[in-house]
């Protein structure tokens, strides 16, 4: 269970999906958090599947608590190798869409972490919705983690430069 906004320390809150941008970014929170004496919050959230007109009400695919346990799992399975850790890091899924969720979670004080892209890549140049959505909305600073592990700072404020000539 998340304590609520009001009675928790300051926390590095990051997105997990079970995508390698998102591993990487977990990695960088939890090394961040090291370095600031905060806990990390890895954070899975789903949302229920869109239910068809022929979906079969006892069909597995059609459960909401699976998608749930399978949130969980992503979320737990995420934060296994950074169990050692100096800090604490725990693991949750909720239920909505992950810019909500992540939003909703976030403190003044806290950082939020996220993956450039996760496990929808359309456009490789897009940042990727959730990292727009969260950088846009969040009221605390945002990390956006990029994609590809070989990318230098100077890559990447380059990349930013371009996208504005």
């Known amino acids: 269970m998340i304590p609520t906004r009001s009675q928790r320390a300051p926390m590095v809150i990051v997105g997990v999906d079970g995508s390698d941008t998102s591993s990487r970014a977990l990695a960088w929170a939890v090394a961040q958090g090291e370095r600031m ?10 949302e229920r599947a869109a239910r068809g007109p022929d979906a079969h009400p006892a069909s597995p695919y059609a459960a909401p608590e699976r998608d749930e346990c399978i949130a969980t799992r992503i979320a737990w399975f995420a934060i296994e190798p950074h169990t050692f850790s100096h800090v604490p890091v725990t693991a949750t899924a909720a239920e909505g869409d992950p810019v909500d969720v992540l939003i909703h979670l976030a403190r003044p004080e806290d950082i939020v972490v996220v993956g450039a892209r996760g496990i929808d890549r359309l456009d490789p140049d897009d940042v990727g919705t959730v990292a727009h959505g969260c950088v846009s909305r969040a009221p605390c600073p945002v990390v956006v983690v990029p994609d590809e592990p070989h990318h230098t700072i100077h890559d990447l404020v380059a990349h930013a430069a371009e996208q504005f000539v």
């Open 37 to 46: 004496s905060m806990p990390v919050l890895a954070v899975c959230a789903w």
